[in-house]
């Protein structure tokens, strides 16, 4: 989407939210002048000025969803929604999204999750296969891993959780099959099996056997 707000406009809608520039996510600061400072999110540095009218520049929405995080305290998921009230920014910024840690004891993180490079690997839809989120889960020490926008696991005892998007839809048992997902049979099942029928490496089973 091209930018065309004008004047003050730009300022008031852009200024200290999440846009792109040349696919890349960056935190836009915008001048009196109405140009555009594009800061990397994980380092704060500015990597240039770019005119409002940039045909490179895109103010669309960024889709967001899980977000892996590794902190000193914790290596978890965090699954970030937009909130649907109505709001003057265009851009992402922190006050407009609810998180949800899959992490017990844990409400949320920080603002510090937008400016990270797990942010913007979300961003590009990078997240590890589920063979790598398993190992993660059971060898590395995480609470939980996303292996996709929408997916995410989370490991309690002997089972790992399946969350879509911030609802738990089924588990994975660490004691038998560790590629059997099972979703307990209900009115939603069916669209949650068709979601989840994208992960690679895992077979999804309707109801608890």
Not at 15 to 43: F, M, Q
Not at 143 to 169: F, G, Q
Not at 175 to 202: A, C, F, M, R
């Amino acid at each position: 989407m091209r930018q065309k707000y004008k004047g003050e406009d730009i300022k008031a809608r852009l200024h200290n939210t999440i846009i792109r520039y040349k696919d890349e996510p960056y935190l836009a600061d915008v001048d009196s002048a109405g140009t555009i400072g594009l800061n990397d999110l994980a380092s704060g540095t500015c990597i240039g000025r770019v005119s409002a009218d940039d045909e490179l520049l895109d103010i669309s929405s960024i889709s967001i969803g899980y977000v892996n995080i590794i902190h000193p305290d914790y290596k978890l998921a965090v699954y970030l929604k937009r909130e649907p009230y109505r709001k003057f920014k265009q851009g992402i910024e922190f006050p407009s999204l609810t998180q949800k840690a899959l992490r017990d004891n844990i409400s949320g993180v920080s603002h510090h999750i937008l400016h990270s490079k797990q942010f913007v690997d979300a961003v590009h839809g990078k997240f590890p296969s589920y063979k790598d989120a398993f190992d993660l889960l059971t060898k590395k020490s995480f609470h939980s891993v996303a292996v996709s926008r929408d997916i995410a696991l989370k490991k309690e005892r002997d089972v790992l959780k399946v969350y879509l998007k911030d609802t738990e839809v089924g588990f994975i048992r660490l004691t038998g099959d560790h590629n059997k997902v099972y979703v307990p049979k209900s009115e939603q099942s069916y669209y949650y099996i068709l979601l989840l029928d994208g992960i690679k490496d895992w077979t999804i089973i309707e109801g608890v056997k």
